[in-house]
């Protein structure tokens, strides 16, 4: 799944309602994403028949396909499978959840080659029942590969911006229990072995992976923006921004959301990184075989 909740708090994604936001910035989020996208294809070898789980917009199955392998993608999300299916026509994409569904079935029962995923794993309700079930799904000489987030406090992609937009809630949202569902279930590497192990999955690989996103692009005149409306548009694709929005725009109107999407603009701009929106991101790159 290309999608993860920007704020580390417990304003959990609800990505059957908000995969459309997501889905309509996928460009965004494919290019800040690219590095951890390579990381995926290069540790997975994608070749044979190809799962991703929480599939998105379709990044890797566009990955699995340009490698000349059958690529199958499953996401809980309709606008995500909607905008995969578009972008890739010869994936076959489907909306299941892969915790409870009979994925070995969309294989046509000969079980997947490979296993993959780009920051779609982290939800699970029960991650060691779902692991065991995507197991399940894979055949002899599988291999599964995926990443997901360390810890938050050392991720801005999770407090930059976003912060400002939050503290505009009456009442500040929580933070989750370690372990629980959203992006950083699995920040504590051995939490993330330990379910691996229990679900049945072997040779498992958990190493360190940073990349830095960099949210500048071309402005049509030969140079580059600054990030800020970009970053932006990431915050507001999120089930919290979206969330935010809701409460702001009930609370305090049209004018009350527009000054607080002023102050969050300035806060990016009083912390650009070489004049532009930029952070290092903190990940896991976990391979496994079943």
């Known amino acids: 799944m290309n999608h993860g909740s920007m704020a580390n708090d417990s304003l959990g994604p609800d990505w059957t309602q908000h995969g459309a936001a997501w889905a309509e910035q996928d460009a965004l989020f494919d290019r800040i994403?690219?590095?951890?996208t390579r990381a995926v294809v290069e540790a997975a070898d994608l070749q044979g028949t190809v799962l991703d789980v929480g599939c998105g917009g379709g990044t890797l199955l566009e990955a699995a396909a340009a490698a000349g392998a059958t690529a199958v993608g499953v996401d809980i999300s309709q606008a995500m499978v909607d905008a995969a299916a578009a972008r890739v026509p010869a994936a076959r994409v489907v909306v299941a959840d892969a915790q409870t569904a009979d994925l070995r079935t969309l294989s046509d029962g000969h079980g997947f080659d490979r296993i993959v995923s780009r920051f779609g794993v982290m939800f699970f309700d029960d991650p060691v029942a779902a692991f065991g079930n995507i197991r399940r799904s894979a055949g002899p000489d599988c291999r599964m590969a995926f990443v997901c987030w360390q810890e938050g406090s050392s991720n801005r992609i999770f407090t930059l911006g976003t912060r400002t937009l939050v503290a505009a809630l009456d009442e500040p949202p929580e933070r989750p229990d370690p372990g629980a569902p959203?992006?950083?279930?699995?920040?504590?590497?051995?939490?993330?072995?330990?379910?691996?192990?229990?679900?049945?999955?072997s040779g498992v690989s958990i190493e360190p992976l940073t990349f830095d996103s960099d949210y500048s692009t071309p402005d049509g005149a030969g140079g580059r923006t600054d990030g800020v409306?970009?970053?932006?548009?990431?915050?507001?694709?999120?089930s919290t921004g979206q969330l935010v929005s809701d409460r702001v725009r009930a609370s305090l109107g049209e004018s009350g959301w527009a000054d607080l999407l002023d102050r969050v603009r300035a806060n990016l701009r009083e912390n650009l990184v070489n004049g532009v929106v930029s952070h290092p991101n903190q990940c896991w790159l976990v391979t496994a075989r079943p």
């Open 182 to 201: 959203g992006p950083l279930a699995f920040a504590d590497r051995d939490y993330l072995r330990s379910i691996l192990d229990d679900s049945g999955w």
């Open 229 to 238: 409306e970009e970053r932006l548009a990431v915050i507001l694709a999120t």
């Open 33 to 36: 994403f690219a590095p951890a």
